[in-house]
């Protein structure tokens, strides 16, 4: 994990971040290929890069876009992800690198927090339920096999059955592979704080109804992955010694008991089973 940015400027009214963390920063561009070259000498394959809004990331003429495809010509370094991004921060040049860049793995953390254009402004995120489905299309565009995970707040005051709605049909519509899922709470110091909280039970049966959508996606979607080949990147052995962990291009875990892995390799590996979390496979 490198980070690579801090602090936001987008000013959601739930979110502390632009309180406590303070303006958007980038960090300078050629000590972040410095640390990366490091770590990538001393055994990491893998780099996510960090930051609060890391798509906002920007250094003298180097985006984020720029930063991986630097990043992506350090050999030892197999894989390049990237969280957490704010959906109105994505320009074409990083879309389409996800269709043109191997090592930029085909999932993305994208937060969208409500469904409900109603909500969405409430919460001060400046984009509209359309402009996230119109980007999910563009990444879908760029690359076909591209997974998506998210964030909702479930109860954000002022949330009607309607908005709630809103957030099932857009989840429907998207199909995430993996979800963060919570019902509102206030946060001392943002805005939200002042706006009147909607009862327990109502944001309790909402969320129930949210995740157990979302679950079954996830489950869905690890399903899927039963009988196909998964590149997987290893990482270690299980506390009891007997299965080697690591994770699929999707960033699902995968499970394999095989004496052959070791860790920083990449293996093609046949999944077997799944549940919700994770995949059990053997070694090609
Ligand atoms: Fe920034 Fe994300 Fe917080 Fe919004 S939720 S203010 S984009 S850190």
């Known amino acids: 994990f490198v980070t690579i940015q801090e602090g936001c400027d987008k000013f959601c009214k ?3 971040v632009p309180y406590t963390r303070g303006p958007e920063y980038s960090r300078e561009h050629k000590k972040i290929i410095d640390e990366i070259n490091l770590l990538a000498d001393n055994g990491t394959r893998e780099i996510i890069l960090l930051g609060q809004n890391v798509s906002a990331y920007q250094d003298e003429q180097v ?10 010509k350090i ?3 197999k894989r390049i992800r990237f969280t957490t991004s704010h959906p ?3 320009d074409d040049e990083l879309i389409s690198l996800f269709g043109e860049e191997e090592k930029l793995m ?3 953390h994208l937060p969208v927090q409500s469904g409900s254009d109603k909500i969405l402004k409430l ?3 400046n984009h509209t339920r359309e402009d996230y489905l119109k980007l999910i299309e563009k990444f879908r565009k760029a690359k076909p096999d591209i997974q998506f995970s998210s964030d909702f707040i479930v109860g954000f005051p002022g949330e009607e059955e309607e908005d709630h709605q809103d957030t099932i049909d857009l989840i429907k519509e998207v199909k995430f592979s993996l979800s963060y899922s919570f019902i509102y709470s206030q946060r001392p110091g943002t805005p939200a704080t002042n706006l009147e909280l909607l009862s327990t039970e109502v944001c309790q ?3 129930e109804e949210l995740q157990g959508l979302l679950f079954k996606q996830q489950v869905e979607f690890n399903n899927s992955q039963v009988s196909k080949n998964n590149l997987v990147l290893f990482e270690n052995k299980t506390k009891d010694g007997n299965q080697f962990f690591g994770r699929n291009q999707y960033m699902t875990p995968v ?3 095989d004496e052959s892995v070791s860790s920083g390799e990449i293996r093609k590996t046949l999944i077997q089973d799944s549940n919700r979390n994770n995949l059990f496979g053997n070694i090609i």
Do not use: G
């Open 88 to 90: 109105n921060d994505f």
């Open 255 to 257: 499970f394999v008991k």
């Open 75 to 77: 050999e030892l370094i």
């Open 123 to 125: 919460m001060n995120r």
């Open 14 to 16: 739930f979110c502390v």
């Open 205 to 207: 049966k909402r969320l």
């Open 106 to 108: 085909p999932q993305l």
């Open 63 to 72: 985006s984020l876009a720029k930063m991986i495809k630097k990043i992506s």
